[in-house]
């Protein structure tokens, strides 16, 4: 188990730090399946909100925050029962837009590993307007559950209320929801081929520009982000942030990076590159290659 989480260990009670010290041995990446889940509960006597609650500073462990120092942790539960954790991000010396929140993080978590919709999330820290406002996207926004510490449990729309979203914008199918976009592009490389299916993918239903980032790193692992837009615009989440929080997830240094990929539509009303270079900027001397496709 590395020591990386020693630290959240020790503010775990002791029954559930102990039956989690064998899901850390492996490398963890920060997901449960809804049996490791209910083995968790069955040790540790903790169920249900108390267990998420519980697993909170192993959320808030892969964060990286240097310019807030503050280190937000959410664990977002899919239909499916499974945990994906999520952390915030930041990327010293850029702009403040450029970060993820712990939300978004473990959000997009969840749809990259096939999700299509959450009953809940689970936060350190009580959710800013912005991650409010992204989490009213997705397509279970009416249902989903907001769990904090010391405080009752709330659907989504106690937190905010009178909420602008897709609907208001006609568009039905949200954020999550099995979607697909008709990209085309000629190509036999691998790292290409990987952007092009994850923007397929992509979720970008009021400018009509799919995209996504695949990022290649030295040892031959590959992460991915799509785009995420939201009906409020800003709060719409950029392919690399989504591809720089998996790579954190994991554990794996920008260093790293080898080859950086940028997959847009030819057609599409708004370009990712220059804040997708400029965020890859901000951690790594590799150069961003953009691809059009058809």
């Not at 994906?84 to 991000?89: E, I, K, P």
């Not at 539509?265 to 220059?274: C, D, G, P, V």
Request: glycine letters at 8%; aromatic letters at 6%.
């Amino acid at each position: 188990m590395a020591n990386h989480f020693d630290a959240p260990l020790a503010q775990m009670p002791g029954e559930l730090a102990r039956a989690l010290t064998p899901h850390l041995s492996a490398p963890f990446h920060g997901h449960l399946s809804a049996q490791a889940v209910a083995e968790l509960e069955q040790a540790s006597g903790l169920q249900g909100h108390d267990l998420l609650l519980a697993l909170l500073p192993l959320a808030a462990s892969f964060a990286q925050a240097p310019v807030s120092h503050f280190e937000v942790g959410a664990i977002a539960r899919g239909r499916s029962g499974d945990l994906y954790f999520g952390a915030n991000l930041e990327l010293a010396g850029e702009a403040l837009f450029h970060s993820v929140h712990a939300e978004q993080s473990a959000i997009s978590h969840a749809w990259l590993a096939g999700e299509t919709g959450l009953t809940e999330i689970v936060v350190n820290a009580s959710p800013c307007g912005h991650c409010r406002q992204f989490m009213n996207e997705l397509q279970s926004a009416d249902d989903l559950v907001i769990v904090l510490p010391g405080q009752d449990n709330g659907a989504l729309h106690h937190y905010l209320p009178y909420a602008f979203g897709p609907k208001d914008l006609g568009v039905e199918v949200g954020l999550m929801a099995a979607s697909g976009q008709d990209l085309q592009l000629d190509s036999a490389d691998p790292l290409v081929l990987a952007a092009l299916e994850q923007a397929r993918q992509s979720y970008a239903p009021y400018s009509h520009s799919p995209s996504a980032v695949a990022l290649a790193c030295r040892d031959g692992q590959v992460f991915v982000g799509r785009y995420a837009e939201n009906a409020a615009f800003n709060p719409s989440l950029p392919p690399m942030q989504m591809a720089l929080a998996a790579m954190s997830r994991h554990g794996v240094g920008f260093d790293q990076i080898s080859r950086a990929v940028l997959v847009q539509s030819s057609q599409a009303q708004i370009s990712q590159a220059s804040a997708a270079q400029a965020a890859l900027a901000a951690i790594s001397t590799t150069a961003l290659e953009v691809v059009s496709a058809a």
